[in-house]
């Protein structure tokens, strides 16, 4: 597993190529592409045989953690499927979405043997059981996804705005990935022993309504954090993941924009998206609230969304909550060029949120009760 990339199918390689041009690092190009060829026959033996036995999409009720990147998805994620009988998307899955059930199962020690102590753009520890977001696996089914723009920078806007928004999308391609997807929640339910689902994915807080028609009785929890705060991590998050695993040249990217675009974009489709989902399966919560009272905001999820179960999960979150409270999170300081651009271009979400600008060498704050959690 040389790259991300090494658990992907050749229709997919072969896609993306076309559209971005051959990579420029051929050492680890060559290593994913004979990866591909080599676990092919293995791919379509184990397709062929599990179809006719996994759920059907229609039987499927995930709860999504939406929110954008840099903005606490994590940190739930890991604290819910902590304390609950939730399925979730581990590690295995993202790195072998097409063989799950062989390959991954053969290879598994070494597999988690090859994980990184941390995620590369954090200290955030990573295990075997470490529930991942299902973007890096949907990158290797497909070539809709927003990793593409890391992987293959030449054509950087293109795959951003295919992977985020499906610009430039035909229909066919959109349906082509909505197959995929639920083909791939399919192998998950099936793999988690028909766990109810708990699936984190940045990508999908513009895609609500796409998620609500494709999953009828899906719900959906949003987690947003100071705008502030999410800009300076945003420009960490690009530059770490780019040096890391981009296959070709990316000093072109213009990072701030990117970031200033996607944000405004993808926020305003979350509002538009989730603003008929009744109140039994939509919950919003400030990362804040999250981070200084974790158990009254995981309470409010629970109850606001209809979940069992929460009492007899407290003592499991309390214990994931203490052996996590030592964690040392980056720190970045706003300069002042920085916040100007989030004042200009996501002032709207400043004041519907009630966000102000850090002082300096203070982290965010707000008003935990403001945030209907507290």
């Not at 002032?347 to 965010?364: A, I, Q, T, V």
């Amino acid at each position: 597993m040389a790259h991300p990339l090494s658990g992907a199918n050749l229709g997919t390689l072969a896609a993306v190529v076309r559209r971005a041009g051959p990579p420029k690092k051929i050492a680890s190009a060559s290593l994913i592409a004979a990866a591909a060829l080599a676990r092919w026959p293995f791919s379509t033996v184990e397709r062929l045989m599990i179809e006719r036995s996994l759920p059907s999409a229609d039987s499927l009720a995930p709860v999504f953690i939406l929110g954008h990147w840099r903005s606490g998805t994590t940190h739930l994620y890991n604290i819910m499927t902590r304390g609950g009988d939730w399925g979730f998307v581990p590690p295995v899955a993202t790195g072998l979405p097409w063989d799950l059930f062989g390959l991954a199962r053969a290879f598994r020690p070494l597999l988690e043997r090859a994980l990184p102590a941390h995620r590369y753009i954090d200290n955030m520890p990573v295990r075997p059981d470490s529930p991942q977001e299902d973007e890096i696996a949907i990158a290797n089914m497909s070539d809709v996804s927003f990793y593409h723009a890391i992987y293959f920078p030449r054509a950087f806007t293109e795959f951003l705005g295919r992977g985020l928004f499906f610009d430039g999308c035909s229909q066919e391609e959109i349906e082509s990935w909505r197959r995929r997807f639920a083909y791939f929640l399919r192998k998950l339910s099936m793999h988690q022993n028909g766990k109810p689902l708990l699936i984190k994915n940045p990508v999908y807080t513009g895609r609500a309504a796409l998620l609500s028609q494709m999953f009828p009785q899906a719900k959906f929890i949003h987690i947003h954090r100071n705008p502030y705060d999410v800009f300076v991590s945003m420009r960490n998050f690009y530059r770490k993941l780019l040096a890391q695993f981009a296959l070709q040249a990316y000093g072109h990217v213009d990072i701030d924009e990117a970031i200033l675009s996607v944000y405004d974009r993808m926020m305003r489709a979350q509002e538009r998206d989730c603003a008929g989902l009744g109140k039994d399966r939509y919950v919003e919560l400030d990362y804040a609230a999250l981070d200084e009272s974790p158990m009254v905001a995981l309470k409010t999820i629970y109850q606001g969304l209809g979940i069992p179960g929460f009492q007899a999960a407290k003592p499991t979150f309390e214990a994931y909550l203490a052996s996590v409270g030592g964690f040392e999170k980056n720190r970045f300081n706003c300069p002042e060029e920085a916040a100007a651009k989030v004042e200009a271009r996501w002032g709207r979400f400043l004041d519907k949120w009630g966000y102000r600008r850090p002082g300096p060498n203070e982290g965010s704050r707000h008003d935990i009760a403001s945030a209907g959690v507290g």
